[in-house]
């Protein structure tokens, strides 16, 4: 029981799902896709997190009705329009694209989560989206997750999907995932969509205590510009049929399918990050020796959300004095002179003093793809782990022009 595999797919993956993607004349760029539906055909239970931005859209204050009943059975998702900011239409909006997907695929508009994703304070164009609807609707299939998953797509390069198959008690269980996301990202419950989906049977208690765990040691754990987004959401249905063993937060089941689960966020939140605006390095902050968890994280969030340490990382850079500032400001309790600092295998920082270290073998460290800084503050037992990215003159040029 719990062994565990990565396999190919995405939502679809699991049992029971239908996905479609297509081009419904959202985005300027008539060739790339810009509406998703998932669809699962039996009966699912719907857990979520959200964005915590006060600013939240329409999309998000009305997915967060249909998750706090607790059930769902389809996503509709657009890219190219965030439909934040837009006021009593944007609402309407939303709940027209929920209702229609309702319409065409035999549900209740209650059972379908609404998501969107692209520029804020406009409204979306709903005719073009029911016509969309339509057409996906007519299109499901098991083969369809590749391109749902490329339909949500906005500054994203690539398409982020990917699974898991678990060995359960009863039998099999398959885990699947899209996300997208390349920039607006930081540790605020995240600042992406991502949609998972399970042929595992829970409810909605450990359903949420499942996703909590997992959204909180991923999606919570990443920054590529320390901004949060007004649209984050991470959804998680699960339609396990009849005669699957019903999993709860006491089943022998239930630790292995949280890990699962948290394996497939983790995934889908380094291809964030590898994807980042403009980003040359994927960078994985490793703090030890805090007084405790939370010391850790402040610590390695501040680090990781750092512009001068970014932009350092991006010119290679060894220069350590901006990780000690960081780690100064960050709130945590800290004596200076137990700090140490490693970069890969080579100590930069010795009991907060510089230590004896070869400054090109340091720029060769920092000239790689994939750079692992390690903190120990030698104050506890504290520890954690965080992903974030460089920050180079691409993002700059990215972000410049995006809505123009």
């Not at 027209?96 to 379908?112: F, H, N, R, T, Y």
């Not at 005669?243 to 022998?252: C, K, L, P, Q, Y």
């Not at 291809?271 to 939370?294: L, Q, S, W, Y």
Request: aromatic share 4%.
């Amino acid at each position: 029981m719990g062994e565990m595999q990565f396999v190919p797919g995405g939502v679809t993956a699991p049992k029971g799902y239908v996905a479609a993607g297509c081009y419904c004349g959202i985005k300027k760029n008539a060739s790339a896709k810009d509406l998703a539906l998932v669809f699962s055909k039996r009966a699912a239970t719907a857990a979520g997190t959200f964005t915590t931005n006060r600013m939240q859209a329409a999309s998000v204050l009305y997915s967060k009705r249909v998750v706090d009943k607790g059930a769902a059975r389809a996503v509709v998702a657009n890219s190219g329009c965030a439909n934040a900011c837009t006021g009593a239409q944007g609402l309407r909006n939303a709940e027209e694209m929920a209702s229609s997907a309702a319409e065409k695929l035999g549900i209740s508009p209650d059972e379908v989560i609404v998501a969107s994703t692209g520029v804020i304070g406009e409204q979306l164009p709903i005719v073009k989206i029911r016509e969309g609807i339509e057409n996906l609707a007519g299109t499901l299939s098991q083969g369809g997750g590749a391109d749902a998953a490329e339909a949500i797509l906005t500054t994203d390069t690539r398409a982020k999907q990917v699974a898991v198959e678990l060995q359960s008690s009863a039998g099999p269980i398959t885990i699947g995932g899209m996300a997208k996301g390349a920039g607006m990202i930081a540790p605020n419950m995240a600042t992406m969509l991502s949609f998972l989906t399970t042929d595992a049977s829970l409810g909605k208690k450990p359903l949420h205590l499942a996703l909590t765990a997992a959204v909180n040691q991923s999606f919570n754990r990443i920054s590529v510009d320390g901004d949060s987004s007004t649209n984050d959401m991470v959804i998680l249905l699960a339609n396990g049929g009849p005669g699957s063993d019903v999993i709860t937060e006491r089943s022998a089941d239930f630790k292995p399918f949280t890990q699962a689960l948290t394996a497939v966020c983790r995934r889908l939140a380094h291809m964030i990050v590898e994807d980042g605006e403009g980003a040359t390095k994927f960078v994985e902050i490793v703090v030890k020796g805090a007084r405790d968890n939370d010391d850790a994280d402040r610590v390695a969030r501040t680090i990781g959300n750092s512009l001068l340490v970014k932009t350092a990382l991006f010119g290679a850079d060894p220069n350590w004095g901006r990780i000690m500032a960081a780690i100064g400001r960050s709130g945590a309790q800290v004596e200076p002179g137990r700090v140490a600092i490693t970069l890969d295998d080579l100590k930069l920082v010795s009991g907060g003093m510089a230590a004896d270290f070869s400054e090109a073998r340091a720029r060769e460290l920092l000239s790689k793809r994939d750079i692992v800084i390690t903190v120990n503050l030698g104050a506890g037992k504290g520890e954690t782990r965080f992903w974030t990215t460089d920050l180079s003159c691409e993002y700059v040029t990215i972000n410049a022009s995006y809505r123009t």
